[in-house]
């Protein structure tokens, strides 16, 4: 019963998720065959998860059930690494160089700058409410 | 209708990952090992599918959906920001090489098997 619970719990997320990542990557289909869609999915996902895990969680009061849904279940599958291999081998494929190392780059360095950003953002905003509650 | 299938895929494909990232918790080992076989792993079935199936539908379930939701990039990238503020470089550096070189390989093999 407890699967089950767990499982519709990260299904819910997973769906919405996944469809958040689907419909971008049908709204930035350009005719140069440049994956906007995922870079975009990807970079915004892992801004957004540490902002959740480390900030909006304490914040909002989130339970352990909406953190399943949110991280593991909606941001896990709205973000993807299978897709973006998919895209480096289409582009190689394709012998676009500069598109594929442009992706490349901005995949691999940008996703982990903005998860550095993400942990920055979510400690400056603790900081910032831990201030404001003293000045009361 | 794609709604439905992209996202039954990725919720199948996501419980399978937190299955997974869970059992891997009961084993003590200070490494993400299990995000990086996952992220490996669905991107050689990605590869697969991508070759062999050559029904729409069936491929946004497996691919889009499935495969999208099973590999994560966020989970991967908070996994290495935190080994970062760690101070644990080598392994940082490690676990950022593994993941994207042998996943892109993953791929590559899949797709030629």
């Known amino acids: 019963m407890q699967k089950l619970k767990t499982f519709l719990i990260i299904f819910i997320g997973a769906f919405i998720g996944s469809n958040l990542r689907y419909g971008e990557s049908l709204l930035f289909k350009t005719s140069s065959g440049f994956p906007y869609g995922t870079l975009v999915a990807n970079l915004s996902g892992a801004l957004i998860l540490p902002f959740l895990i480390h900030y909006l969680q304490d914040r909002f009061h989130l339970s352990s059930k909406m953190i399943l849904a949110l991280s593991t279940g909606l941001l896990g599958s709205y973000t993807t690494f299978s897709t973006f291999t998919a895209d480096t081998y289409r582009l190689y494929q394709s012998g676009s160089w500069i598109m594929l190392i442009t992706y490349l780059t901005i995949t691999i360095v940008g996703g982990f700058i903005c998860a550095l950003l993400g942990n920055y953002l979510a400690a400056s905003r603790a900081f910032v409410d831990y201030a404001e509650r003293g000045k009361d | ?113």
Not at chain 2, 3 to 28: D, M
Request: glycine share 14%; charged share 10%.
């Open chain 2, 1 to 113: 209708m794609s709604v439905f299938i992209v996202g039954f895929g990725a919720g199948i494909g996501a419980f399978l990952r937190n299955e997974l990232t869970s059992l891997s918790q009961k084993i003590k080992v200070d490494f993400p090992i299990m995000t990086l076989l996952i992220n490996i792993v669905g991107a050689f079935a990605l590869g697969i599918f991508t070759a062999h199936i050559h029904n729409g539908s069936l491929l946004l379930f497996l691919g889009t959906g499935f495969c999208g939701g099973f590999t994560t990039y966020g989970t991967m990238n908070m996994e290495l920001s935190q080994l970062w503020f760690q101070k644990r470089f080598v392994r940082c550096f490690l676990y950022f090489a593994l993941t994207y070189i042998i996943g892109i390989l993953g791929f590559v093999v899949g797709i030629n098997l």
